[in-house]
C-alpha cells in the first residue's frame, strides 16, 4: 500500500489493525446459592425439531416421518427453534435468580458484591473536564445524543455546549447499563452544527494500544560552506626570493 500526500508525500507503508487494551477493571464474579454452593448458568432446549429432505419428522423413540416411515437419527437434522437458560447449583437443581449470591475474588479473598445499577445521574467533577486531543485515542463503543425538548432546559444546555465548545473540553465519568458488572467510561462532548447544537455520549471499555510507533528520525541539518578566507600576503616562496 502507499500513502499519497500531494505534492510532497508519496511513499509505500504497512499497516497492523490496532490492538484495544482494555481499561475498565473486570473483576472475577462466582456465583452461589444461599448455603454457598457454586451456580452455573446453563442453556437448556426451549423448542426444537427435526427435518429430513425439508419434511418434518415425528420425535419418538423412533425418529418418524409424515408416512410413518422410521428415519434414523443420523439422517435427521436437528432444528433448535428456541432455548432459554436457567441456573443450576452443583447438584443440578434449579435455583432463582433472586436467590443467586455474587462474589467478587480479590487477593483478600472473597466478598459478596451486588451487580451495578443502571445509571441514572451522569455526573461530571470539575476536574473530570479534559483536552478534547487527549481523548483521541479511546475505542468507542457506542455513540448516544442527549438532548430534551422544552425550551428551558435546552437554554440550560446550550450555555453548558457553548462553554465546554469554547474550551475544546470534554468530560469523563463512567456509566453501567444495570446489565450484571458491565462498566464504561462515558465521553460527554458538545457538537455544534449548521446553527443546531447536541450532546454526545460516547461509551468506551478500551483504548488504542500502538505497537509499531517510529522513531523520529534527527533533522538533517545543511552545513553553511564557509567563504574563503580573504588573502592579503603573497604566498611565502615569493616572500623567500624577495629575501634572497
Known sequence: MRLVIPPFLDVPVKYKKVDPATIVPRPVIQTKT????????????GEKRYLKDGVPLTAKVQLT????????LSEAVEILDRYEYKYLDDKGREVEKKNIHYYATTQDGEQEVSPFDMT??????PENWVPAASVGDFVIESIYQLFHTDEKVVRKLYE?????WAEDKVGITTFSWGRGFL??????????????????????????????????????????????????????????????
Open 34 to 45: 444461599d448455603e454457598g454452593n457454586p451456580i452455573q448458568q446453563v442453556r437448556i432446549v
Open 65 to 72: 416421518d409424515s408416512e410413518g416411515n422410521e428415519v434414523p
Open 120 to 125: 441514572g445521574e451522569i455526573n461530571i467533577a
Open 160 to 164: 453548558a455546549a457553548e462553554k465546554a
Open 183 to 244: 462498566q464504561y467510561y462515558c465521553l460527554i462532548e458538545p457538537i455544534m452544527q449548521e446553527g443546531k447544537f447536541t450532546w454526545l455520549m460516547r461509551l468506551t471499555q478500551c483504548r488504542a494500544e500502538y505497537h509499531y510507533m517510529m522513531e523520529i528520525p534527527p533533522k538533517t541539518v545543511e552545513v553553511p560552506k564557509k567563504p574563503p578566507t580573504l588573502k592579503t600576503l603573497p604566498p611565502v616562496q615569493e616572500l623567500i626570493v624577495m629575501a634572497r
